[in-house]
């Protein structure tokens, strides 16, 4: 567990994780990543009654990459959970993780993430984080485990790792502003397995304001083009490696690709508008908008057909009744991702061609 700062909830999920895992041998090691606050006190006095708990402190934040590769150093065990300071996973979390390690067939896994739920649903804004993580990050894992039998990321904030496979890619990246990202390619680059368990589910404490959301989308959409960018080379200059993996690189692009679409057709869009108006083509105008509104419904009509069945799906359907945040998460909350992907667009490839990332790191709330 890499922390930063987490007064606020560390108690808690240290002690969930010393008592309610319903598993036995297991250690928990606490990287204190230069906390300002009263952190690395808190772990102290959690120690005294647990055993199991080894902590190590880092004085200058160095980044939760720099973190979980200390770590992985000082681990006893084969299997690495990465659990953030503000996430819980289920009691049978370590259970259920490590029968996707075991058997001659699972040989080559070499991390398996599980599915990401919301702890903290106190308003619209963290309710729609709902909506999202279950259609749209679950939905995406799920289609790419089953195409490319591996997947674009992992969830950084619970995976297990089979330490030999974390230690033959050279553990996570420290120059890359999403470390969870570029470790599933590397995996999946020296023939490692990354795989989605959706019947394991972790709650993770999530935004819930617009300005923290935008912070946490900052990074996430930083580090996914980094990664992006970055592989280029891989996959051109080792296509058969790579072959099994196109399809997953291929959606990436695609969702690059679509954001700047977006971009440029709002553009097309106002300035259309702009011409129209000062030429008094309002007939024109009226064509124009109807067609605009058509296919807006449409995409509104399939968005809602995604997120219902995505719902009914997972889990058995027991988050359904958050379907009504749907129309409100499609109208305003995911232009989030897009707007995000834009602005860290020039700084991610500064990086994926020569650059430095921030190696620091701090929780988006």
């Keep these: ?15 969930y994780l010393e008592e309610d895992l319903n598993y036995i041998n297991y250690e928990i090691i606490l990287v ?21 708990l080894r902590i190590i402190h880092v004085e200058r934040n160095a980044g939760k990459a720099h973190a979980l590769n200390l770590g992985i150093g000082f681990a006893k065990g084969n299997l690495i959970l990465s659990n953030d300071a503000d996430t819980l996973p289920e009691p049978d979390a370590l259970l259920k993780y490590v029968q996707y390690f075991l058997g001659r067939n699972n040989r080559n ?16 804004i963290s309710k729609s984080q ?19 039998n591996n997947m674009y990321a992992f969830s950084g904030a ?24 570029s470790i599933s390619w590397d995996m999946f680059y020296h023939s490692w397995q990354t795989k989605f368990a959706p019947n394991i589910v972790f709650r993770m404490l999530v935004p819930e304001n617009i300005k923290n959301l935008y912070r946490q989308r900052k990074r996430w959409s930083q580090g996914g083009t980094e990664v992006l960018l970055s592989n280029f080379k891989r996959m051109f200059l080792s296509p058969i490696n790579m072959l099994q993996n196109f399809p997953i ?53 399939m968005g809602l057909l995604q997120l219902l069945f995505s719902l009914h ?37 500064k990086v994926a061609f020569g650059g430095q990332s921030a190696g620091t790191w701090k929780s988006p709330r």
């Design 249 to 301: 690189f291929f959606d990436e692009l695609l969702s690059v690709s679509w954001n700047f679409l977006l971009f440029i057709t709002s553009a097309i869009m106002v300035f259309t508008n702009i011409y129209f108006i000062s030429t008094c083509q309002f007939t024109n105008l009226f064509w124009l908008w109807l067609c605009n509104m058509v296919l807006v419904c449409i995409e509104f009509f």
């Design 109 to 124: 896994v070499g991390g398996v993430t599980g599915n990401m739920d919301v702890l903290n649903r106190n308003n619209i």
């Design 32 to 52: 204190d990543d230069g906390s300002k606050d009263d952190t690395l006190s808190i772990a102290k006095k959690i120690r005294t009654r647990y055993s199991n």
């Design 158 to 181: 619970n995976t297990m790792y089979r330490k030999d496979a974390l230690i033959d890619v050279g553990g996570f990246r420290q120059n890359r502003a999403t470390e969870d990202i």
């Design 313 to 349: 799906y997972d889990q058995h359907g027991i988050k359904m009744h958050y379907f009504w945040i749907s129309p409100v998460y499609i109208s305003f909350l995911w232009l989030v991702n897009p707007i995000t992907l834009l602005i860290t667009f020039p700084k991610a490839c």
């Design 130 to 148: 709902i909506i999202e993580f279950t259609s749209i990050v679950g939905g995406i894992k799920r289609t790419q485990s089953s195409v490319a």
């Design 1 to 15: 567990m890499a922390a930063h700062n987490e007064h606020d909830g560390l108690e808690r999920t240290l002690s």
